[in-house]
């Protein structure tokens, strides 16, 4: 049996070096053209990834995933705003589960 | 209105969503026989969704510090592009002690709010919504241990989908300004579905392949100019 203690430790300290190594290392602005523009369109392909289809598989029914996902496109091409987009989804959500467990 | 309140403003659908994950990760914590004290210590110490879950599992199954030190470096390997991304939004005359901090918070949620500040990131800003979003975190998590069917399925569910809603707030925006940037972000959609759906890769794997491949493409068809990036 192992410490869970030591576990701890030894996921913070892993964690810890994988996130400030680069961002300690790299403390100059990259001249290269290629690595300037890779890194400028990591965030937002990053981003994009991560939220589809995550988002359409992290509620119970998978179309009111759907449907907050298109409720959180057209508000933030609206620009309402982090606030705004996130609360809207989330209403969305609770909605159509209250409606799709009323049709069941 | 200053920089750190902002921050907390900000950070109030991040602390939502970290609530509502962190108490299904809390869940899965408790069957591996953690306690609520350990959970809370875990979270706040790692701060990784992905991570933490599979080290709950590798702790269930009693598996080695060797084995825990690489699960942790799979499951957090987008971190180092991250990292490597923030490097440049971070003024070169900034005291080191703020990189520090910041590298210990950096999350994709974090990352979210530091990418989308005009310039350089503002430390105080990001202090403050760590403040607000950090604490519901790890407060989540010892939540989830200590009475994981007591909030209705209904309302996890809504809570679940906050961080994507944050996310498109962030990436919607810039594909307006910039029809490259639509382009890679419907791309990342459609090779995010397939991959998802048609191979065995995990969502982090998934995560740093198309992140390479699509932001190289990117920076390929149409490199920025000096003022861009």
């Known amino acids: ?104 | 209105m200053n920089g750190f309140r902002t921050g907390l403003k900000h950070a109030i659908p991040i602390g939502l969503g970290y609530f509502a994950v962190a108490f299904s990760l809390g869940i899965i914590a408790s069957n591996a026989g953690i306690t609520a004290f350990q959970g809370f210590l875990t979270s706040l110490l790692v701060n990784a969704s992905a991570g933490e879950n599979a080290a709950f599992i590798a702790i269930k199954e009693n598996a080695s510090y060797l084995q825990m030190i690489l699960i942790m470096i799979v499951s957090n390997i987008r971190y180092v592009l991250m990292s490597f991304a923030l490097s440049q939004k971070m003024d070169p005359r900034m005291p080191l002690i703020h990189r520090l901090v910041l590298g210990f918070f950096l999350t994709d949620e974090y990352f979210a709010l530091e990418i989308a500040q005009d310039g350089y990131v503002d430390p105080v800003y990001m202090y403050g919504a760590i403040c607000f979003a950090s604490p519901c975190w790890a407060l989540g998590t010892a939540f989830g241990i200590l009475m994981g069917n007591v909030l209705p399925l209904n309302i996890v569910s809504a809570l679940s989908v906050a961080l994507y809603g944050m996310f498109m707030a962030i990436f919607v925006p810039a594909c307006k300004k910039n029809r490259i940037i639509t382009l890679l972000v419907l791309l990342s959609f459609a090779c995010s579905f397939l991959l998802s759906r048609f191979t065995s890769l995990s969502e982090s794997h998934i995560t740093i392949v198309l992140t390479l491949l699509i932001a190289s493409l990117g920076a390929i068809i149409a490199p920025v100019e000096d003022e861009d990036a």
């Open chain 1, 1 to 104: 049996m192992h410490n869970i203690y030591l576990y701890i430790l030894v996921m913070t300290v892993t964690v810890y070096l994988i996130r400030v190594l680069p961002l300690t290392l790299v403390r100059k602005i990259i001249r290269n053209r290629f690595l300037r523009s890779f890194l400028y369109y990591v965030p937002y392909v990053t981003l994009a990834v991560m939220s589809f289809p995550a988002m359409i598989d992290a509620t119970i029914h998978p179309y009111s995933g759907i449907i907050a996902f298109l409720v959180g496109l057209i508000a933030s091409y609206k620009d309402l705003g982090l606030f705004k987009v996130t609360v809207l989804c989330c209403i969305t959500v609770l909605v159509m589960e209250y409606l799709f467990a009323a049709i069941r």
